[in-house]
């Protein structure tokens, strides 16, 4: 990824999942701080989130429709997965631009692995 002409070193990568109501969840301990993943490899890595433990979910308040739904986390029905990717932000990714290559997304129990 790119930032002010160079090549940044270390890419951020958080993730927001909408469930079936249009809510959007932040994977974040507190909100507003997203958990960020960094990729800082030509290598594939693997960044993993955990959709049982509601504790690390929050309600994201800026996408409009935060009032109309559950107010704990239920992602029985996932509508879309949000993924921010930039250089290091002290909440969510900061500036940068760039190319990522995006494999596969899946959803698993942990009995399945």
């Known amino acids: ?13 958080t993730v927001r999942l909408a ?25 594939w890595k693997r960044c993993e989130i955990d959709l049982k433990n509601k ?6 308040e800026g996408d409009g429709n935060y009032i109309y739904g559950p107010t704990v986390p239920d992602f029985s029905i996932i509508t879309s997965v949000v ?8 909440a969510r990714p900061g500036e940068g631009k760039g190319a990522v290559d995006i494999g596969e997304i899946t959803v698993t129990d942990d009995k399945q692995r």
Not at 1 to 13: A, F, I
Not at 33 to 38: D, G, M, N, S
Not at 83 to 90: D, M, N, Q, Y
Request: charged share 25%; aromatic share 14%; hydrophobic share 35%.
């Open 55 to 60: 504790e690390m979910w929050k309600l994201f």
């Open 19 to 43: 469930n079936g109501h249009l809510q959007h969840w932040e994977y974040a301990p507190r909100s507003g701080e997203h958990i960020q993943f960094l990729i800082n490899s030509t290598e």
């Open 83 to 90: 993924v921010e990717l930039g250089g290091r932000g002290s």
């Open 1 to 13: 990824m790119v930032y002010d002409g160079k090549m940044l070193d270390d890419v951020y990568l």
